[in-house]
């Protein structure tokens, strides 16, 4: 069956350094739209970043500049670089898969979905 198994999360200080994969089994990353999400303690899950099916990437305000999602399409992950990271950056992140038709932060978009990895920013 599909499965998205997120790695790398950690301690690291602000102004730090993280970077995050998200190995995907029966699933091309290629082929379709995949994101990050995060959800940080008492918040609603919120969109990170996207690559689409073309390669097009998109940010959330909070990120642009400092996170960089890829993906490596012979190893089929994805990745999200995440730099000079802030304390509001603490969250557990999600690696999600969806379709190719939309690409979107929109959670109701992605079929399946990681376990999650914790990053924690201390000050």
């Known amino acids: 069956q599909v499965q998205l198994v997120e790695s790398g999360g950690g301690s690291v200080q602000a102004g730090g350094s993280v970077r995050l994969s998200c190995v995907v089994s029966m699933y091309s990353v290629s082929d379709n739209c995949m994101a990050w999400f995060r959800q940080a303690p008492g918040k609603e899950r919120e969109g990170v970043a996207y690559?689409?099916?073309?390669?097009?990437?998109r940010y959330t305000d909070s990120v642009r500049g400092r996170f960089t999602a890829s993906r490596d399409d012979v190893k089929n992950t994805l990745y999200l670089q995440m730099n000079n990271v802030r304390p509001e950056d603490t969250a557990i992140y999600y690696c999600?898969?969806?379709?190719?038709?939309?690409?979107?932060?929109?959670?109701?978009?992605?079929?399946?979905w990681g376990q999650g990895t914790q990053v924690t920013v201390s000050s």
């Open positions: 690559v689409s099916s073309g390669y097009t990437t």
């Open positions: 999600a898969a969806g379709s190719p038709s939309r690409c979107a932060l929109d959670s109701s978009l992605f079929h399946f």
